[in-house]
């Protein structure tokens, strides 16, 4: 019976892939970067010492166990080792000092409330850090969808009330340092899908719905102590899409 279920799971997952995949969408208005009014200043940044990422694993274990948080949140100042420019590239450039690095920019949620949008950037990394992922539909760091790279593979993975649901689906995938990369991330409806260069590398469609809109989020990160996280990202453009 257990088969059975999730070979009927698996062909209703095929059919509403199949359903978005044979639509046509239509871009609308740019959102991002025309949208946004002062780009760089927009975008807000923290690292390592990021109040939620000092507690996340004390808070993780709080909201499985049922029971709210309480964060006081602070803001942080990027140092010369993480540039962005009044367009928004992103050039990073962070040594391996500390065994808990991290580069995490994200526009406001509270401002930036979207639905339906294609999200299209050049990617290169120039080290080989451990995680470099994209966040969507982003609502805050316990509570988004994401696109993650990571050794060698490329995943869809949703972060809800701080539990955090990886490997959804995924596909080998190894990024050549020095190489650009096209990313094109397309979210409709509840139908997400990534390109890279082109050409679709994964598609999912959430039945439980859990994030009806919300920003962007750029997450870079390293834990061993010997890596530099080395990336540039380029040429960000949001447009809304309709069918």
Request: proline share 2%.
């Amino acid at each position: 019976m257990r088969i059975l279920r999730e070979n009927a799971q698996d062909f209703k997952m095929q059919l509403a892939i199949k359903k978005h995949r044979k639509s046509s969408f239509t871009k609308l208005a740019t959102l991002y970067p025309q949208r946004v009014g002062n780009v760089r200043s927009s975008w807000i940044y923290q690292s390592e010492n990021w109040t939620k990422v000092k507690s996340r694993w004390k808070d993780r274990q709080q909201l499985k166990e049922g029971r709210s948080i309480t964060i006081i949140d602070n803001y942080e100042v990027p140092g010369d080792d993480v540039g962005m420019d009044d367009a928004g590239n992103l050039n990073v450039n962070v040594s391996a000092t500390g065994e808990d690095k991290w580069v995490y920019y994200y526009l406001k949620p509270e401002e930036h409330i979207w639905r339906n949008f294609e999200w299209k950037f050049y990617v290169k990394r120039k080290s080989n850090f451990r995680e470099l992922q994209f966040g969507f539909r982003y609502r805050d760091f316990y509570n988004r969808y994401r696109f993650r790279q990571e050794k060698g593979k490329i995943y869809f993975d949703k972060v809800l009330n701080g539990q955090f649901q990886n490997g959804i689906c995924s596909k080998e995938f190894i990024m050549e340092l020095n190489r650009e990369y096209e990313f094109k991330i397309i979210c409709f409806d509840y139908y997400f899908a990534l390109l890279i260069d082109g050409s679709v590398y994964l598609e999912i469609y959430d039945f439980e719905k859990s994030f009806k809109e919300g920003s962007t989020a750029i997450i870079l990160w390293e834990n061993n102590g010997k890596i530099p996280i080395q990336a540039t990202i380029r040429d960000q453009q949001l447009h809304e899409l309709s069918k």
